[in-house]
């Protein structure tokens, strides 16, 4: 499962296939992040005046899962702060990716957790949200994410690549990237951009092709 492919080459990839596993709208919290694991999906709900919490589930999720976790783009509370960091680093877990937002950013960078959001706010979850499906399918965007689907995650943001999927992907993003390193050494070389890019096929590098 391990990969060095960045998520730029596997979005590329993902195009090609007509597959829309991009997480728009999620940015790394800090530079160098890299996350590649199955996803462990947690989807939360509002509440009303009373009850919820955040981040009951952490002790359940094995070692080398990736969290993700959907709060609907919520904007005004957490569902991640930095006792969650600590305990999901201590135990293994590869990262988490929050379509929603975190707190204690400081904790996180401490201890070297990486984590993707919408933003950071510190106003608690507690008592605003509560889970509301654990390891369910979860939907952002356009993308629609299994729980164990493959997730990527980098400086440049987070993508779902669907398990059935993933060594064709890799095949294909591969090739992304040996040919974008070819154009940048014909560059080097001194040909021009235009005639570097036209000899390895540049623009059509993500178009989707039809496959026997
Ligand atoms: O309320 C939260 O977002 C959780 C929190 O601060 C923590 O885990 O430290
Ligand atoms: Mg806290």
Same mark, same amino acid.
């Given at each position: 499962?391990?990969?060095?492919?960045?998520?730029?080459?596997?979005? /590329?990839?993902?195009?090609?296939?007509g597959?829309?596993?991009?997480?728009?709208?999620?940015?790394?919290? !800090?530079? @160098? =992040?890299?996350?590649?694991?199955?996803v462990?999906?947690?989807?939360?709900?509002?509440?009303?005046?009373?009850?919820?919490?955040?981040?009951?589930?952490? /002790?359940?999720?094995?070692?080398?899962?990736?969290?993700?976790?959907?709060n609907? @783009?919520?904007? /005004? *509370?957490?569902?991640w702060g930095?006792?969650?960091?600590?305990?999901?680093?201590?135990?293994?877990?590869?990262?988490?990716?929050?379509? @929603?937002? *975190?707190? #204690?950013?400081?904790?996180?960078?401490?201890?070297?957790?990486?984590?993707?959001?919408?933003?950071?706010?510190?106003?608690?979850?507690?008592?605003?949200?509560?889970?509301?499906?654990? =390891?369910?399918?979860?939907?952002?965007?356009?993308?629609?994410?299994?729980?164990? #689907?493959?997730?990527?995650a980098? /400086?440049? !943001?987070?993508?779902?690549?669907?398990?059935?999927?993933?060594?064709e992907?890799? #095949?294909?993003?591969?090739?992304?990237?040996?040919?974008? =390193?070819?154009?940048?050494?014909?560059?080097?070389g001194?040909?021009?951009?235009?005639?570097?890019r036209?000899?390895?096929?540049y623009?059509?590098l993500q178009?989707?092709?039809?496959?026997?």
């Open positions: 499962m391990r990969t060095d492919l960045s998520t730029a080459s596997i979005s /590329d990839a993902l195009d090609s296939l597959i829309p596993g991009q997480l728009h709208g999620i940015g790394a919290l !800090g530079r @160098g =992040q890299r996350a590649v694991g199955p462990f999906t947690v989807t939360y709900e509002p509440v009303g005046e009373t009850g919820g919490t955040v981040g009951d589930f952490l /002790d359940d999720v094995p070692a080398g899962m990736v969290m993700l976790i959907d609907a @783009g919520r904007t /005004d *509370c957490t569902v930095g006792i969650m960091s600590e305990t999901a680093h201590a135990r293994g877990i590869a990262g988490t990716v929050i379509n @929603g937002t *975190c707190r #204690d950013v400081a904790v996180a960078t401490a201890v070297g957790y990486p984590i993707w959001s919408a933003s950071r706010f510190m106003r608690t979850g507690k008592d605003r949200v509560r889970v509301s499906a654990v =390891q369910a399918p979860v939907t952002i965007g356009r993308a629609v994410i299994d729980p164990g #689907d493959v997730l990527v980098d /400086d440049d !943001g987070a993508v779902v690549v669907p398990a059935a999927r993933w060594d992907v890799v #095949d294909i993003a591969q090739h992304v990237d040996r040919t974008e =390193q070819a154009i940048v050494e014909a560059v080097r001194g040909a021009t951009l235009a005639e570097a036209a000899a390895h096929g623009h059509s178009s989707q092709k039809e496959r026997s």
